[in-house]
């Protein structure tokens, strides 16, 4: 047992002269004896104690309880209770002064022992978890500080963000639009020397020739800007669903005639067309963006010879298409990657391209709430299903 600095607040004498020679003959050290809370308090600013025995019946004013309640307001000292009374209400008093303990006279010296020892442990583990939840709170509210200043950073960094994202996004916008002027005339340039290359001329064939290669490199690069242009918007937020009504055979027309005039092999477009209305409402410019890519692709990656299947049907309110190749296909291993920017299946070889097509298509689907599904095995071809929601 250790040796404590033990105050007794009791008023009857002979009780507190037998409670003095048992603690004492445990080698506690007796601080003094006060018969009143008031005497009790005044021995508390003198000296330090490391518990307080407390009768609950004292002289004068303050009675043990309301003693202990000033005991742990000002000094925070376990207290044990010494009563002859058991009784109901006075353990409800008791219990709301938080009690280190209570010990029920006459007590023997070996109870007396134990309560005191549980007092210490019980106060002593209440301290402990105290600094514990102290500590805790303090970090709690270090992290909060650290967290704050943390998302004012990222607040910052994310907005910073921002202005380059828009910063870029207005670049991109105005230098591809810088570049469609010149680009225009050198095309018109490009389709004039094919024209005058039908004259009779020493080097109309290399004319012709010359004239052929500066229109397709100049509709290819005008592609390109166009695939640009899109991702500018895209990415400036500024892409719009605009439907309104169009004529379907005059798109249809439009569709082939482009896809036909820009083919660089012998790849046969076979187009069969369902029950499809005369007009339908939908946004026209990103249903072109949609097949231009998905044919201009499947035509691309297909050999001479070969056909691409281009079946369109309108059912139950969705514009439903589908279009087949025989072409290289897509490896198995890439297919999930298909849609991102600029990426290229290892299987391309030296034919041309962005990346960006498939990746227009999937944007242009999400505008319009359509899906877009495929299959594709490698060597063997790639079958893409389009649904998209359109109106009478």
Not at 246 to 275: H, P, Q, R, S, Y
Not at 350 to 367: D, T
């Amino acid at each position: 047992m250790f040796s404590l600095k033990i105050l007794i607040v009791e008023d009857d004498a002979v009780s507190a002269l037998l409670l003095q020679k048992a603690l004492e003959k445990n080698k506690h050290e007796i601080l003094g004896i006060a018969d009143s809370g008031e005497k009790a308090l005044e021995l508390l600013t003198q000296n330090h104690a490391d518990i307080v025995m407390m009768d609950i019946n004292l002289a004068g004013e303050l009675d043990g309880i309301k003693t202990t309640e000033i005991i742990n307001e000002k000094y925070d000292i376990p207290v044990v209770y010494l009563s002859a009374s058991s009784d109901a209400e006075t353990l409800n008093k008791v219990v709301g002064t938080n009690p280190s303990a209570y010990v029920i006279k006459p007590f023997n010296i070996r109870e007396l022992n134990m309560v005191i020892e549980l007092a210490i442990f019980k106060d002593r583990k209440e301290k402990e978890l105290q600094k514990l939840n102290n500590e805790l709170e303090e970090k709690v509210k270090q992290r909060t500080v650290e967290l704050y200043d943390a998302n004012k950073e990222l607040t910052k960094a994310l907005e910073k963000e921002r202005e380059i994202n828009e910063l870029k996004s207005r670049i991109v916008l105005n230098v591809s639009h810088g570049f469609k002027t010149p680009l225009t005339s050198i095309l018109s340039s490009a389709q004039l020397l094919q024209i005058y290359g039908e004259k009779d001329h020493p080097f109309k064939v290399k004319i012709a020739k010359h004239a052929g290669k500066i229109e397709n490199s100049v509709r290819a690069l005008n592609n390109l800007l166009t695939s640009v242009l899109f991702f500018g918007k895209a990415d400036a937020d500024q892409m719009k669903f605009r439907p309104k009504k169009m004529f379907m055979g005059a798109f249809l027309k439009e569709l082939m005639d482009t896809l036909n005039a820009g083919k660089e092999n012998d790849v046969e477009i076979k187009m069969e067309t369902g029950n499809i209305p005369k007009t339908l409402t939908t946004d026209s410019e990103l249903l072109y963006q949609i097949f231009e890519n998905l044919l201009s692709n499947a035509i691309k990656y297909s050999s001479d010879g070969q056909k691409v299947d281009f079946n369109i049907s309108f059912e139950n309110g969705q514009l439903i298409s589908t279009i087949r190749d025989q072409g290289i296909g897509i490896p198995k291993s890439e297919q999930d990657q298909l849609f991102d920017r600029f990426f290229r299946a290892k299987n391309v070889g030296i034919i041309e391209g962005s990346g960006l097509g498939l990746s227009i298509v999937k944007k242009c689907i999400e505008v319009m709430k359509g899906t877009i599904e495929f299959e594709s095995v490698e060597g063997k071809g790639t079958t893409f299903k389009v649904t998209i929601p359109v109106s009478k």
